[in-house]
């Protein structure tokens, strides 16, 4: 049971250190994304933010849309699929 803890524990500090990065190339593009002050955030209407980065030069493709359904979902996955030269390996993490 130890070792399956130990392994979600690098998963999530993977994921979190993925996320920092992410937040600072975006932040980097103008996209800046608040900060939750003690764990809430007022929400003035929901966006939902996809992004896809090259972790080998750093590139991002994202798109901001309105609602956080399949369909949106799809849309993204498609435009990743036309900018993605054929052939190449993508790998896809999901958080919701």
């Known amino acids: 049971m130890q070792s399956v803890h130990g392994a979600r524990e690098r998963v999530v500090c993977a994921r979190t250190a993925l996320i920092n990065h992410m937040h600072g190339l975006l932040g980097q593009h103008g996209l800046?994304?608040?900060k939750a002050r003690?764990?809430?955030l007022k929400r003035n209407g929901t966006t939902t933010?996809?992004?896809a980065m090259n972790v080998l030069d750093g590139t991002v493709i994202g798109r901001n849309m309105q609602h956080h359904r399949y369909q949106e979902l799809v849309r993204f996955l498609n435009a990743i699929e036309r900018e993605v030269p054929a052939g190449k390996t993508?790998?896809?993490?999901f958080d919701n």
């Open 38 to 40: 003690g764990g809430f």
């Open 90 to 93: 993508i790998h896809a993490v």
């Open 32 to 34: 800046i994304l608040p």
């Open 49 to 51: 933010l996809f992004a």
